[in-house]
Nanobody, 128 residues
Framework: QVQLVESGGGLVQAGGSLRLSCVAS????????AGWFRQAPGKEREFVAA????????YYTDSVKGRFTISRDNAKNTVWLQMNSLKPEDTAVYYC?????????????????????WGQGTQVTVSS
């Protein structure tokens, strides 16, 4: 089992940047693929970005490609989401997730239901 704690959210103006962190504790983090999802008020939680165990492959939803970057350091048990050129529509609670699926495909990495563990979330608010 692994516990996840997100941080780094806050209030930023449009065009600004934030870097979210997700620190894992418990079982060896390198055995988990990781992802970031977000949930805006009144909407369902949606996929943002994901990264495989050894950082060999990353996935992004189309709306953040070129603006967001996911990375990880297994020695530090940490996954980051660097968010640049933020827009008001990026406003949401951002959640870090971890999964233990054996076969990692785009479908499994981007699916909410494939993630076994979640953090408590961190609020990101982008003002116009």
């Amino acid at each position: 089992q692994v516990q996840l704690v997100e941080s780094g959210g806050g209030l930023v103006q449009a065009g600004g940047s934030l870097r979210l962190s997700c620190v894992a504790s418990g079982r060896t983090f390198a055995t988990y693929a990781a992802g970031w999802f977000r949930q805006a008020p009144g909407k369902e939680r949606e996929f943002v970005a994901a990264i495989t165990r050894a950082s060999s492959t990353t996935y992004y939803t189309d709306s953040v490609k070129g603006r967001f970057t996911i990375s990880r350091d297994n020695a530090k048990n940490t996954v980051w989401l660097q968010m640049n050129s933020l827009k008001p529509e990026d406003t949401a609670v951002y959640y870090c997730g971890a999964q233990t699926a054996t076969y990692l495909t785009r479908a499994t990495m981007t699916s909410l239901n494939e993630y076994d563990y979640w953090g408590q979330g961190t609020q990101v608010t982008v003002s116009s």
